[in-house]
């Protein structure tokens, strides 16, 4: 029997999603990335470790058959997958944040803002939406560092705890969205493998909502 592939992000969001695996009944155990390996398998699955940020890319190419992603990674990539289930982990808001000396300028009206992001599609359109023009400056990480030696005035960006923005002297001044992580499912999938994915759908909701 071939087994279901599922992509996982790296980061933050392993060790929720194995942990969610384990009390669904799908895994006995939980499973540690060991050194630095890719792939880590068992006989039911086979989970690719991944940037966030590519989870959604190895999901619609069926690589993987599932996958875990954020909305603020979903938002911004717009996949062509399935997205049957809110895990109820990854809790975090997509901001707006910056000097808290700059609040005023952010609600003065401005034409123009410069912002620094990981999250340029998502920011076109919130400010659109608002009607003030932005300059984007798209950064890979770190993006809190842009206020701070004057890259642009504003970033957006996810905060989960804020110990980021507090440590680098810089406040939340517009929430954007809140996110929270989803389960993603390739659609060929879905169709060739209905029995499996629903089988782990099942189990993963039934979880899911006894624990809220
Ligand atoms: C994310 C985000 C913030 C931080 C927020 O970065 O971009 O920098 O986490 O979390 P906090 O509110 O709990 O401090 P990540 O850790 O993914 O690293 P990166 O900057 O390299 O993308």
Do not use: W
């Not at 966030?52 to 997958?81: C, F, M, Q, S």
């Not at 803002?113 to 798209?138: A, D, M």
Request: a positive charge.
């Amino acid at each position: 029997m071939s087994k279901i592939t599922v992509a996982l992000p790296k980061g933050r969001l392993f060790e929720q999603t194995i942990d969610i695996f384990v009390s669904s009944g799908l895994l006995k155990d939980k499973i540690k990335p060991q050194s630095r390996k890719l792939i880590v398998e068992n006989d039911d699955f086979r989970f690719l470790l991944v940037r966030a940020k590519d989870v959604p890319t190895y999901v619609e190419y069926g690589i993987a058959d599932i996958g875990v992603a954020g909305d603020d990674v979903l938002l911004e990539k717009n996949p062509d997958v399935y997205k049957p289930l809110d895990l109820g982990i990854g809790f975090c808001n997509i901001v707006v944040a910056g000097k808290p000396e700059d609040k005023g300028k952010y609600f003065s009206n401005p034409s123009t803002l410069r912002i620094s992001t990981k999250y340029p599609k998502i920011t076109e359109k919130f400010f659109k939406e608002k009607g003030i023009n932005v300059q984007i400056v798209e950064l890979y990480g770190s993006v809190e560092l842009a206020p701070i030696l004057g890259l642009s005035e504003f970033i957006v960006d996810i905060v989960e705890t804020g110990r980021t923005l507090r440590e680098n002297g810089l406040v939340v001044i517009d929430t954007i969205r809140p996110s929270t992580a989803k389960l993603i499912v390739n659609r060929i999938s879905y169709k060739t493998q209905t029995d499996k994915i629903k089988n782990i759908l099942d189990k993963i909701e039934n979880f899911v909502s006894t624990s809220v």
